[in-house]
């Protein structure tokens, strides 16, 4: 059930960061689209895609914002952190570096974005756990101590990808409402 009729609610700006090839892109294609993209090279210039979700009766409408691999260069402009209310920080479970990383993307939050941001940890290619190179408890530490949300996902195998994103969006409801 539903309050409003037909109309949207919110409308959240959520932006997504994390190192080069960490799964940003094909995360949110699996949230947003239920897709994995075998063969994308994913620098598709898309700016966002949105997805309206009902949350508490109300219609919520999430702007999810993903880099063109500008991360890379470290080349993020301020207009992408402009008016966000949730961050999805990603690293790769295979790829300590790109966890290690993950205190500069709060930096960079910290400097840039709003300070009441709703930030959600993210190790993402849960599926690839042969091949882990960051223990989960070792991630679950560090996210208490930084007072972040934190889930394991796989955008492949879909694995904690709508919870992820849904968490995410229930922490920036409470901070609006
Ligand atoms: P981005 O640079 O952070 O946007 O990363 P992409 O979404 O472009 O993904 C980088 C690479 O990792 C691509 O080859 C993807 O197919 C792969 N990838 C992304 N997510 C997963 C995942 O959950 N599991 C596995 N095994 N590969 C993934
Ligand atoms: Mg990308």
């Not at 993020?76 to 993307?105: M, N, P, Q």
């Not at 756990?129 to 007072?147: L, N």
């Not at 949300?149 to 796989?154: M, N």
Request: contains cysteine; glycine residues 6%; charged residues 25%.
């Amino acid at each position: 059930q539903i309050d409003s009729d037909g109309g949207i609610d919110y409308m959240f700006k959520i932006v997504l960061m994390g190192d080069s090839g960490v799964g940003k892109s094909q995360l949110l294609h699996r949230f947003v689209k239920n897709e994995f993209n075998l063969k994308s090279k994913s620098t598709i210039g898309v700016e966002f895609l949105t997805k309206t979700v009902v949350m508490d009766h109300k219609v919520v409408k999430a702007q999810i914002w993903d880099t063109a691999g500008q991360e890379r260069y470290q080349a993020i402009t301020t207009a992408y952190y402009r008016g966000a209310i949730g961050a999805l920080v990603a690293y790769d479970i295979t790829r300590r570096e790109s966890f290690d990383h993950v205190e500069k993307w709060l930096e960079e939050l910290k400097i840039h974005a709003d300070k009441n941001i709703a930030i959600m940890l993210v190790g993402n290619k849960s599926d690839l756990s042969s091949t882990r190179e960051v223990p989960t408890e070792v991630a679950e530490e560090f996210a208490r101590q930084q007072d972040l949300f934190f889930t394991e996902t796989s955008a492949l195998d879909s694995t904690n990808v709508e919870s992820a994103f849904h968490g995410l969006l229930c922490q920036v409801y409470e901070n609006v409402i």
